[in-house]
Structure formats: C-alpha cells, structure tokens
C-alpha cells in the first residue's frame, strides 16, 4: 500500500505570530496560551496529528487522535492541560470559521502545496504518457510513465497520476467537493481544498467519472484499482488496493475502502465510513454504516447477507 501523506504544505513556513496578527484582524483581542513563536509548516486534520502545523479542534474531542506536536489549534475552550503538550492554543468563538478565513489567507498570500512542499514546481507530464489533445490539465499535475488521458479528461492542479494508469474521456480530477459552513456570524463559507489528488499504477477511472480534491489531505487512489464510469469519490476519501467499483456508484468524503473490497453498479456509500478489506457491496445497496472485512452487503439500508457475490472473479 502506498504511504499517503497527511496534509498540505506551506511553500514557506510561517510563524504562529503571524497568524495570531491576522486572526486578530479577524475578531478582535484573543486569549493565547501554551508555547509561543512556533514555526509552521503545513496544515492537517487535527485528528491525523502531525509536527507543526496549524489546526482547528474542538476542545471536547481534541487527543483523541494522533499527537499533534509544536502547532498552533485554534479552539472554542482549552483542552486538558494535561493533553495540551508542546502545542499553542488560540481561543475563538467559532474556531472552524476562523481557521477557514486563515486557510483562504495563507492560499492567497503564501501559497499551498498539496502532497509535499514544492509539488506544484516538481510537477511534469512524462514524455512516455499520452494525453489527447482535447484534454485540460492544468500547471502543478503530474503524470506518470506510460499513462493515458483520453479525450476531454480535466485534471486539475495539485493531481497525482502514478504509471500505467488510464483515465477516460470527460474525467474529472481534482475539482471542488460541496462543503460549506454557517459561521456564527451568518456567512455562508466553503472550505478552500487544498489536499489534491494522488492515483496509484495500474489504475482505470471511467467515462464520466469525477474524483473530488481532497481539503486537508489528498483524495486517495491505490494501485491496481478499477472506478467504473460515472462514478463519484469524495474529497478525501481513501481507495486502497484493487478496489473494484462498478457504474454509477458513490462513495462520500473521507470514507475509507480498503484493499480488494467490490461495489457493484449502482452502490451509494455515505461519508466518513470505514468498509473493510475484501467486503462485498451487492447491486444498488445503500451503505450507512461501517462494514467489517469479508462481509457481503446489500440492500437499502445495507444489511449482511451471507454468501453475496458481486463483481467479476478476482
């Protein structure tokens, strides 16, 4: 299984006091506490953890996912201190809101790089891919040797391509999945994506398929996966291995699938779901809750049913 990376990355660091300056543009007079003058490299999920990096948390759930070491999380409330570790805490009212402001700031002003820092310069088309002429890709892709993109592809900055891999014609890659947000104050905000896109080798995305850009991480694709046509993947969800996933099925964001599971066409996935290596997801079934590895799914609501065989013999 390919390493997937966590987050996305500053192209210079920034200091902590820089953004406590521009948060307090934001809102006014803040309350700071913990380490202090932190140098920051990128931006994650709180819950993926990390070194250095800039956050938001709710201070209810904050420590219940991977440690976060030397970055500043911008909460509602303070966490234990017992748990707040080598970390700098900013409070604010609506800390979601806030972070999506600094986000669409550091964009602008300083530039973010998904994958790793310097990915959109390193970026290149393989002299070995074929690429029709009718595609669109945009600065800061990369595709890999002996890819194909077919005709009216669009692929949008920030994408990984690996080897081998096809995608078919009017694919779409890398474009914005829906998240919006009501902050306190009444806006309405959508959260910058800036997470990209990473597809392994050996890899078929169908006719008509659309693959979300991840927000805080890449939407993440393995290798010698098949996504049918018109199917779509949510920003930041996870394909492992040898997925197999038939016409017209949906999988939500930040849903995990790994290695060797099969959806069958039709098959609608809700977000933020884990289903198991090498389950089976019967014909037109809705998925709402997690499904253990091996077991065969079906219906809507999906429920076990023992014995299920979908997709080709693999």
């Known amino acids: 299984m390919t390493v997937r990376p966590t987050g996305a990355f500053f192209r210079t660091p920034v200091s902590s006091s820089k953004i406590i300056a521009f948060v307090e543009t934001l809102v006014g007079p803040i309350k700071l506490t913990g380490a202090a003058d932190l140098e920051l490299t990128g931006t994650c999920d709180s819950r993926a953890g990390g070194h250095r990096q800039l956050v938001f948390a709710n201070s209810e759930h904050y420590g219940e996912g991977k440690e976060l070491i030397g970055s500043f999380v911008l909460t509602e409330e303070l966490p234990s201190e017992s748990i707040q570790g080598s970390n700098q805490f900013c409070v604010v009212s609506d800390p979601r809101a806030v972070f999506m402001d600094v986000l669409a700031w550091l964009i602008d002003s300083v530039g973010i790089d998904a994958h790793w820092r310097g990915f959109t310069c390193e970026a290149k088309i393989s002299n070995a891919a074929e690429v029709a002429s009718s595609a669109v890709i945009e600065p800061g892709v990369e595709v890999d040797t002996g890819s194909v993109i077919c005709a009216g592809a669009v692929i949008k900055r920030g994408s990984r391509i690996g ?41 078929e995305i169908g006719a008509n398929a659309v693959i979300a850009g991840g927000i805080l991480a890449p939407t993440f694709i393995g290798h010698d996966v098949v ?5 779509n993947v949510g920003h930041g969800a996870v394909v492992e291995d040898g997925v197999w996933m038939s016409v017209g099925s949906l999988l939500g964001g930040h849903t995990t699938v790994h290695a ?38 079906f219906g809507n609501p999906a429920k076990r049913m023992v014995g299920l065989k979908t997709g080709p013999k693999r």
């Open 163 to 203: 080897r081998n891999t096809i995608i078919r014609e009017n694919v779409v890659i890398g474009s914005d999945g829906v998240t919006v947000y009501r902050a306190a104050d009444g806006r309405l905000l959508k959260f910058p994506h800036a997470g990209g896109v990473s597809i392994g080798d050996n890899t």
């Open 227 to 231: 996504i049918g046509n018109l199917c």
């Open 260 to 297: 060797g599971v099969t959806i069958a066409m039709g098959v609608s996935v809700r977000d933020n779901l884990v289903i198991g290596a090498k389950a089976s997801l019967g014909m037109g079934s809705v998925v709402v809750k997690n499904v253990e590895s091996n077991h065969s799914m």
